[in-house]
């Protein structure tokens, strides 16, 4: 096994985002009695009420949620409520350690107020069906994250900090401590199988027991899917580098699925589409596990709905779709499980189930999603779905993302000291 060496720095981060869409309220005395959700760290499933949800740095739809310590580039949130009447909404903000668990301090290190309320919804245009548009530039001024870190991003009815609509991570990161991303490529049979990303950060000034640092890697954005490693694989004087072991390297990408909603017709993608219908009807061509798309743009784990071509703002023009998810399974066997995830779902484990049809021997899933674009996944546990997918063709090309975390047990919370980005070539 022969491994490839590269180096990458991150970008500059693009420009602010503003708006003037939002208002404030006082906080609550403390998040300490915050509902945590199912489980530490998980995100609460989409009421069934909302769809669209975006969150995205510097008004770049495929720019992953981080944010610096002075709000810049800004995060946008965009969502809709698949309602007809428009009515306010709040945003609460809690920081997190660095698995998702909701800091019992969190009140306390965030300045000014905790929650910020949604007040200018936009009723949808003679869309089917009809729904309230939400998009918003947080957090607003009068919110001020003092403490850098992971954050849960709570969004609930008016003032009611436990009815939740949805939830999704974000991150604010010092980013002024000098770190540099790097991989090795694994390479197996003369071809690369797959990549330990590492970064390597100066610890000048910080302290020097590699007790308090940690590392998580993401792969093309899948938050939901980084690895974290508590230990640095070399200390140096005032330097540590962190690279994944060989156990968890990242395998080449070969199970993601593209889906262009943009346009409604029929492609070598589409194989009907309805128009006559109460809501727009498409069904895709079956999904072959073995063949993923691999030409198809990256678009990181995020959906991308404002390249829509319709008259007027595409977040209160484009019409709402029910998509039936087509796969057929190897050998076109039925499997223990099967289950679709995407953009659209949060990327959550076991999403959306997917129903066994006998008749034409696939599995298929009714989803309804905003026109847009947006990429996709078939998982299983089935031994036989897991070796078809293993030895499906993969994307050349991914991103890695680093996030390189301080326990500041003075605040008694992770600190993210630095996020950094790099692509092999």
Wanted: hydrophobic share 35%; net charge negative; with cysteine.
């Amino acid at each position: 096994m022969r491994r490839a060496p590269f180096v990458f720095l991150l970008a500059v981060l693009p420009a602010c985002v503003s708006t003037d869409e939002v208002a404030n309220r006082p906080s609550a005395p403390s998040s300490t009695n915050a509902p945590q959700g199912p489980a530490p760290g998980m995100l609460r499933r989409d009421s069934d009420r909302v769809g669209g949800v975006q969150v995205f740095a510097g008004g770049v739809e495929t720019a992953l949620p981080v944010i610096r310590l002075d709000g810049s580039p800004g995060l946008t949130l965009a969502f809709d409520l698949l309602d007809t009447e428009p009515r306010p909404l709040s945003v609460w903000y809690y920081l997190t350690d660095r698995e998702g668990r909701i800091n019992p301090n969190s009140s306390l290190l965030i300045e000014g107020f905790e929650r910020d309320d949604l007040l200018a919804p936009q009723p949808s245009r003679g869309t089917r069906p009809p729904y309230v548009h939400y998009e918003a530039a947080l957090p607003t001024t009068s919110t001020r994250l003092t403490t850098s870190g992971r954050y849960l991003m709570r969004v609930t009815e008016l003032g009611d900090e436990r009815a939740p609509l949805f939830e999704r991570t974000f991150f604010v990161a010092e980013n002024d401590v000098d770190a540099e991303a790097a991989g090795e490529e694994v390479y197996e049979g003369g071809r690369t199988t797959s990549l330990l990303p590492s970064v390597r950060v100066k610890t000048t000034g910080l302290a020097a027991d590699p007790f308090y640092y940690a590392a998580c890697f993401a792969q093309d954005g899948h938050l939901e899917a980084w690895r974290c490693v508590d230990r640095p694989l070399l200390i140096q004087p005032e330097a540590m580098t962190f690279q994944l072991p060989p156990s968890l390297a990242f395998a080449r990408d070969n199970a993601t699925h593209f889906l262009d909603l943009n346009t409604l017709r029929s492609s070598t993608d589409v194989e009907r589409v309805d128009v006559d219908t109460p809501v727009p009807a498409v069904r895709i061509a079956p999904d072959q596990p073995a063949f993923p798309d691999l030409t198809f743009p990256n678009l990181y784990a995020q959906p991308v709905l404002r390249t829509v071509p319709v008259a007027g703002d595409p977040g209160t023009s484009s019409d709402y779709v029910d998509v039936t998810f087509q796969m057929t399974p190897p050998g076109d066997a039925p499997l223990s499980d099967a289950y679709l995830t995407g953009s659209f779902a949060g990327w959550r484990d076991r999403a959306i189930p997917l129903t066994w049809n006998p008749d034409t021997r696939r599995y298929t899933a009714l989803v309804r999603l905003k026109q847009g674009q947006y990429e996709y996944r078939y998982t299983s546990t089935d031994p036989r779905f897991q070796r078809l997918v293993a030895n499906a063709p993969s994307r050349l090309r991914s991103r890695y993302t680093s996030f390189v975390f301080y326990r500041d047990t003075r605040r008694l919370a992770d600190r993210l000291l630095a996020v950094r980005s790099f692509t092999p070539s």
